[in-house]
């Protein structure tokens, strides 16, 4: 019963927080982990010892699957060379650079342990990033790179995490075995991603009951990660992939009510996750902190301080090279200081969250001699402490930061997309009017009613659909939903095509499915 009330007390605590970082205009994600960092030095608070299983198959899904469901296929195709660069060149290098400064701190830190340390730090972290930027106006080719980066460049320091644990704790690992274990996990873990999302987007087509439709939307990134677990591939990846796959059939595999309530399910789902486990890496920041012996602790304040410095270095050098940055809408004289505005942008955007805290909770107790795993405390409480000085520095000034630089859409923008979809969707609903009225014999005026509504949105170049009355009987109902199922088909090719934003795009297509609800009352 203790566990259930440290926990129920740790989820309201996080709610709290969380909305107070909202009145405070601070990052949730920063706000909480202080929190969490405080809490844990109180006197008489527990040590706190998270499960790695725990943070992967029972937290990180739903928070990955969420954010993976976000990205259009479109926008990614624009931006995967640099997504390619970043999510494994770049995954390398840091994790060299870290384990060269690591080991240049402290000689008595071996290779193999220093490139283990090195690998759990090596990307950056998805659920950080997505709850970062969740609220800054990026331009779709900016986010795009920002969040696919962070969702694609975990598999592969997963990868390298478990290659170096396996030379740490003393086993043999060659060159040929490691490239090949990276194949076995990450081709793996996209077979099991591919599976599951193809046999979700079946159960969703073929239910209609709303709740059912939220219900597998929200089991199947816990489906991906477990069966991706059992036959020893990334779960990580799996999760991506089976959201990947879904959003991108999300008007065809479910239905507007499911959608609606899919939508509120996930926003609720998500914010409690994230709430807690950010507050959870404060407190375990605040237990590897007591548990580390005094010995360590001079090596561990420069050694954190050097590799967080480390990594924003690395990744500086990186994204200076312009083929890997995004320019803009932007003309010839001013395209240079575009791209080293949104290369600073990127930069400061690679914050490291839950995966690396996940990563380091892995590392082993011993080695295969039984010896404690050397400097474990140490790499723990610097690695928690990368994490938290990234959410925390990083994440109450990249606001301002994008702000400042100009590296965001406005409003104006925005309200320019909307419109073009709205436009579109109108337009496309005319032209089928008349042979959706022929399928279900809807009366002349009902058509005529629903044209003008069309035909004044076309006029205004908006979306308004205003009537005092309920529809005109049953085919009126059918004829409305007909024509609102043709607007989401071109919501989705307008999306797919890449002519609209995300935002415009969730903002119109929530429209059409409460419009879509109402008809059916």
Request: proline share 5%; charged share 15%.
């Amino acid at each position: 019963m203790h566990n259930v009330e440290a926990v129920l007390a740790l989820v309201v605590m996080a709610i709290l927080v969380a909305a107070v970082a909202g009145r405070l205009r601070t990052p949730a994600p920063s706000l909480l982990v202080v929190a969490g960092l405080g809490i844990g030095f109180l006197p008489g608070v527990s040590a706190v010892h998270l499960s790695p299983d725990l943070v992967t198959l029972g937290v990180l899904p739903p928070l990955l699957f969420s954010a993976a469901e976000q990205i259009s296929l479109a926008d990614l195709r624009q931006v995967w060379r640099p997504v390619t660069v970043l999510a494994v060149v770049l995954v390398l290098v840091t994790a060299v650079a870290v384990a060269a400064v690591t080991h240049a701190v402290d000689a008595s830190i071996t290779g193999a342990v220093a490139f283990t340390f090195g690998a759990v730090l090596a990307s950056t972290d998805p659920v950080a990033v997505t709850a970062l930027s969740r609220e800054l106006r990026l331009p779709a080719r900016v986010a795009t790179l920002v969040q696919a980066e962070s969702l694609f460049n975990d598999a592969t320091s997963l990868v390298l995490f478990e290659v170096a644990v396996a030379a740490a704790v003393g086993g043999r690992v060659t060159a040929g075995g490691a490239v090949w274990h990276f194949l076995e996990l990450g081709v793996g873990g996209i077979g099991v991603g591919l599976l599951t999302g193809v046999l979700a987007g079946a159960s969703l087509r073929r239910t209609h009951d709303p709740v059912s439709q939220a219900a597998i939307a929200l089991v199947t990134p816990y489906v991906a990660a477990v069966a991706a677990h059992a036959v020893h591939v990334s779960p990580v990846t799996a999760v991506i992939v089976a959201g990947l796959m879904l959003g991108r059939r999300r008007v065809r595999s479910r239905q507007p009510e499911g959608r609606l309530v899919a939508t509120s399910v996930y926003e609720v789902v998500v914010f409690v996750l994230e709430s807690a486990v950010f507050a959870v890496i404060g407190l375990e920041l605040a237990t590897f902190i007591r548990e580390l012996p005094r010995a360590d602790q001079r090596t561990t304040v420069v050694l954190l301080f050097v590799v967080t410095l480390t990594l924003l270095a690395v990744r500086a050098a990186a994204l200076a090279v312009p083929v890997l940055v995004p320019g803009g809408r932007t003309g010839p004289g001013s395209r240079g200081r575009a791209q080293w505005r949104v290369a600073a942008v990127v930069t400061w955007a690679g914050a490291r969250g839950v995966i690396p805290l996940a990563a380091a909770l892995s590392i082993p107790a011993t080695t295969n001699t039984g010896a404690p795993f050397p400097h474990r405390a140490m790499l723990l409480v610097t690695a928690t402490g990368v994490v938290v000085i990234t959410l925390v520095v990083q994440g109450t000034t990249l606001a301002p930061l994008v702000r400042r630089l100009g590296v965001t859409t406005t409003s104006t923008d925005l309200a320019n997309e909307l419109v073009l979809a709205r436009h579109a969707l109108a337009i496309a609903a005319l032209d089928r009017l008349d042979g959706l009225a022929d399928n279900v014999e809807a009366p002349r005026s009902t058509v005529d009613r629903i044209r003008a509504e069309l035909q004044e949105q076309i006029d205004a170049n908006r979306y308004v659909v205003e009537t005092d009355e309920p529809p005109n009987g049953d085919s009126a109902a059918t004829l409305r939903s007909s024509v609102l199922e043709v607007q989401a088909e071109e919501l989705a090719r307008l999306r797919l095509a890449g002519d609209i934003s995300a935002a415009a795009f969730r903002h119109v297509q929530r429209q059409l499915d409460i419009e879509h609800t109402r008809s059916q009352d």
